[in-house]
Structure formats: structure tokens, C-alpha cells
T-cell receptor, first 113, second 111 residues
Framework: NAGVTQTPKFRILKIGQSMTLQCTQDMNHNYMYWYRQDPGMGLKLIYYSVGAGITDKGEVPNGYNVSRSTTEDFPLRLELAAPSQTSVYFC????????????FGAGSRLTVL | GEDVEQSLFLSVREGDSSVINCTYTDSSSTYLYWYKQEPGAGLQLLTYIFSNMDMKQDQRLTVLLNKKDKHLSLRIADTQTGDSAIYFCAESPSKGQNFVFGPGTRLSVLP
């Protein structure tokens, strides 16, 4: 199994450009998440989804959008990129159960200049 | 809101024990987790402990939980250079899906 796959691994954007970070999982997990990681700040939740067709905001959703049309895919859209969105983005998934274990992708490093 | 704190850096000598500490604020957390992040990679689950346990041991790893003080620790015995990584403490409040992560402790293992 591939687990959680994110693309691209690296991207440089100019201020005001838009892009989509792709995330797909093959574990049939119903929960999916997008986090951003900034140095010394831990991970902050951007958006999450509890199943196809359902998404909800996390702690830092401004400037981002998501969709969940299938169980497998959970793309993150950046509209009008800003330097404050320079970060490493991680997609993760989990299934319902007593212990909620996250499986992470390898990350996407985004730089906005 | 919920908050998780950790010291940012720890250095140990190869063969020594490492102890990484974490404090959290949400007393309703059902599970507490330790994740490991190696350079250029995503986080991987290292271990977890249920909130009604005091201790969990898994090979070289020992997790201690003090619920009264809301303090969690991870002890790595016989630390090796391959243990060099960032270690994140995380809590999962009750049955909610949102994890709260600490800032991570960067462990450096010196030869």
C-alpha cells in the first residue's frame, strides 16, 4: 500500500498565484486532514473531513479551501498566495476507532515569494 | 483552548537514556501520543497511551503519564544515532477528531 501520497513535494509560488496541493490515500480511511508546519510551532490544523462530501474548518483555515468528492482524495487549494503561507504542508488520514492514529504523507514544501 | 508544550531541544550521548517531556492542558484527553519526524519526512506514530494508564513500555520506549499534573514523558533507553529526530507530543480531546500537537523536541544524539 502506498499510504498517503502528496504532490508536489516542492513548489515556489509568486504572491497572488493560486495552486492546489494534491492528497490521496489508499487505506479507505474516512477521516482526512491538512496541517501546516512552521518551525518551532508544531502542526496547525487547516481543514479536515470526516467523509466524502463533508469538510470542516480547523484552527487556521483563512486563505485555503478544500473539497472531498471521494473517500480517497482531499485536495487543498490556495487562492491568492501570500508570503505567510510559506510552510510545509502535511496531509494525513485516519479511520474511526477507539484509537485515532494519523498516517501522514511526506509533506509539500511551499515557498511564496 | 487546548495547549501542548515541550522543550524544543535535547542532546544526549549515544548509549544514554533520553527523556522528552510534555505538558498538556485538556484534562478530557482520551489518548496521548508520541510521533516521530525524521528529516524530510512526515510524522510517524511512535506510541500512544490511554488516559487511564500510568505507564506503557514498548521495547526501548517507556511512556509515563501523570494525569494530575497533566505531564507526559517519553524515555528512550540506549539512545542511538538513528533516534535523532523531532518528537511530537499530541493529545486527542475526548472523541473529537482534532489533535493538538506540541511544537516538537529536536533530539540530537552525539557519538
Amino acid at each position: 500500500n502506498a499510504g498517503v501520497t502528496q504532490t508536489p513535494k516542492f513548489r515556489i509560488l509568486k504572491i497572488g498565484q493560486s495552486m492546489t496541493l494534491q492528497c490521496t490515500q489508499d487505506m479507505n480511511h474516512n477521516y482526512m486532514y491538512w496541517y501546516r508546519q512552521d518551525p518551532g510551532m508544531g502542526l496547525k490544523l487547516i481543514y479536515y473531513s470526516v467523509g466524502a462530501g463533508i469538510t470542516d474548518k480547523g484552527e487556521v483555515p483563512n486563505g485555503y479551501n478544500v473539497s472531498r468528492s471521494t473517500t480517497e482524495d482531499f485536495p487543498l487549494r490556495l487562492e491568492l498566495a501570500a508570503p505567510s503561507q510559506t510552510s510545509v504542508y502535511f496531509c494525513a488520514s485516519s479511520r474511526t476507532g477507539a484509537v485515532n492514529v494519523l498516517t501522514f504523507g511526506a509533506g509539500s514544501r511551499l515557498t511564496v515569494l | 483552548g487546548e495547549d501542548v508544550e515541550q522543550s524544543l531541544f535535547l542532546s544526549v550521548r549515544e548509549g544514554d537514556s533520553s527523556v522528552i517531556n510534555c505538558t498538556y492542558t485538556d484534562s478530557s484527553s482520551t489518548y496521548l501520543y508520541w510521533y516521530k519526524q525524521e528529516p524530510g519526512a512526515g510524522l510517524q506514530l511512535l506510541t500512544y497511551i490511554f488516559s487511564n494508564m500510568d505507564m506503557k513500555q514498548d521495547q526501548r520506549l517507556t511512556v509515563l503519564l501523570n494525569k494530575k499534573d497533566k505531564h507526559l514523558s517519553l524515555r528512550i533507553a540506549d539512545t542511538q544515532t538513528g533516534d535523532s529526530a523531532i518528537y511530537f507530543c499530541a493529545e486527542s480531546p475526548s472523541k473529537g477528531q482534532n489533535f493538538v500537537f506540541g511544537p516538537g523536541t529536536r533530539l540530537s544524539v552525539l557519538p
